[in-house]
């Protein structure tokens, strides 16, 4: 899951430079699909990036906005970030991009992408 969820923001990034990769994310982790894999249903955990991307934007009804896409391989990070710390602590994805605002964590991706990813779960839970 915490792979997945890493190529899925890198797939929608690297596929759709002129649309907000942000946008993407901040809906994708309030979803119901993600909601899905919290509570892992077989059905959705199974899926590669591609899938799980037509499978989201069926379900929700969801079109990209206008916007920028996170570059490099921030968006890959911040998926598994992500996904490893609502599997570490316990909690709802959806809670998790209100405790970890994404603004923030592209702000410390810089000082954060190169830890072991549990540290850097760690580290920001701490705080």
Do not use: C
């Amino acid at each position: 899951v915490v792979e997945s969820q890493g190529k899925l923001f890198d797939y929608v990034a690297q596929s759709f430079p002129n649309k907000s990769t942000e946008d993407f994310i901040a809906t994708y982790m309030a979803s119901k699909t993600r909601k899905s894999i919290d509570e892992a249903k077989a059905y959705v955990n199974t899926m590669d990036a591609e899938e799980l991307w037509k499978y989201f934007t069926e379900t929700e009804h969801y079109q990209l906005k206008d916007g920028k896409a996170l570059k490099g391989f921030m968006p890959d990070w911040i998926g598994e970030f992500y996904a490893y710390y609502q599997w570490f602590y316990g909690i709802p994805s959806s809670e998790v991009i209100t405790r970890v605002p994404l603004d923030f964590l592209k702000k410390a991706y810089f000082g954060l992408h190169d830890l072991d990813l549990e540290l850097a779960v760690r580290k920001v839970g701490e705080e």
